[in-house]
């Protein structure tokens, strides 16, 4: 099982950290606050650590080398996207996602290709969509037979530039709309991907494993790359 790491132990932070320990994850959680841990049931088989989120030696504690997924969910916007590019590009978490209170922030986060989600939005689920890639393809939508569904996935960094078409024909789904600093767009054929873009494709629930697969690994080279 995955390592993930969550900063902020409020209501959010302890949902994401019981769901993931009861899924048999390995599941660090930070807060400043240590009476904040107070929240956390029993039953909690992860381990916290006391300390500011985007510090390095509190990061080391939880075991940030090598974690599968970082989630900053503390009440400070700026915290949440400092620990979130610290996570991202100090330590090369491949999925990162920030809480945010301030909706007109969220453009400028996610050109830096920070995932994030406004609190006016919010919630549990949310977040396991971003760091979870498993947890998207449940899908939002499925058509009555149950064989085409509806759902967001996740993209290695390497789509980004690409044209949508490119990774329609590279994993055979269709994508039914983007999500781009918070406002859905339907794509173009000449409409690239960007960092922070949420991409919600269209496809058989039966390839859903091998499109996770596909989109999870760099591109292949264009001929003229």
């Known amino acids: 099982m995955a390592h993930f790491v969550i900063m902020g132990c409020g209501r959010v932070g302890v949902s994401l950290a019981h769901t993931l320990d009861s899924a048999g994850h390995s599941v660090a959680i930070i807060d400043q606050d240590a009476h904040a841990f107070r929240r956390l049931s029993k039953d909690f088989s992860g381990f916290t650590v006391t300390g500011r989120g985007f510090d390095r030696d509190t990061l080391q504690a939880a075991k940030i080398d090598g974690a599968y997924a970082f989630a ?24 990162v996602v920030a809480r945010i209170y301030d909706p007109g922030r969220a453009e400028i986060y ?21 760091i979870l890639p498993d947890y998207s393809m449940r899908g939002d939508y499925r058509e009555p037979s149950g064989r085409l569904v509806l759902s967001e996935v996740a993209l290695n960094r390497g789509w980004y ?14 994508v039914a709309y983007l999500t781009r600093f918070g406002e859905g767009t339907i794509p173009q054929n000449r409409t ?33 790359d």
């Open 192 to 224: 690239r991907l960007q960092g922070g873009d949420l991409v919600h494709v269209m496809m058989r629930l039966d390839q859903s494993k091998d499109v996770e697969k596909i989109l999870a690994s760099p591109p292949a080279p264009l001929s003229n």
């Open 110 to 130: 996610q050109r830096l290709g920070i995932p994030t989600v406004a609190a006016v939005r919010w919630s549990t689920d949310q977040v396991l969509r971003r």
């Open 161 to 174: 530039g690409r044209l949508v078409k490119d990774l329609e024909a590279a994993s055979g789904v269709r």
């Open 72 to 95: 900053a969910v503390s009440s400070g916007d700026n915290s949440n996207i400092l620990a979130t590019r610290v996570a991202r590009e100090t330590y090369n978490v491949p999925h």
